[in-house]
């Protein structure tokens, strides 16, 4: 019995839906537009690198900015649903990497 290829797109969005991911075009859709969610200011020193579950990890260089984003959150996450959805995101971690 031959099977017939399977696009990898389709493989990687199952997998990231049994992983509770959202859907591949709401990653690359906040990524894409980072800069219009946080700003050109805050874009230079915030980067989105990941989701996991319905959380967005986000990278900055400086703990200060970490403090930032935890009073900016839900400012973020309502820009964020506006841009994605309701209930896509609901929650923002901040890792610290020293460049």
Same mark, same amino acid.
């Given at each position: 019995?031959?099977? =017939?290829?399977?696009?990898?797109?389709?493989?990687? =969005?199952?997998?990231?839906?049994?992983?509770?991911?959202?859907?591949?075009?709401?990653?690359?859709?906040?990524?894409?537009? %980072? =800069? =219009?969610?946080?700003?050109?200011?805050?874009?230079?020193?915030?980067?989105?690198?990941?989701?996991s579950g319905s959380e967005l990890i986000v990278?900055?260089? *400086?703990?200060? %900015?970490?403090?930032?984003?935890?009073?900016?959150?839900?400012?973020?996450? *309502?820009?964020?649903t506006n841009l994605v959805g309701e209930e896509k995101i609901t929650?923002?971690?901040?890792?610290?990497?020293?460049?």
């Open positions: 019995m031959t099977k =017939e290829p399977v696009h990898l797109r389709s493989v990687l =969005e199952q997998l990231l839906k049994d992983f509770g991911t959202p859907d591949i075009r709401v990653v690359t859709s906040i990524v894409d537009q %980072w =800069e =219009e969610v946080v700003g050109i200011d805050l874009a230079a020193k915030i980067s989105a690198v990941a989701v990278r900055v260089d *400086d703990p200060a %900015w970490a403090s930032q984003i935890n009073w900016l959150e839900k400012q973020l996450l *309502d820009k964020i929650s923002i971690r901040v890792r610290t990497t020293p460049k």
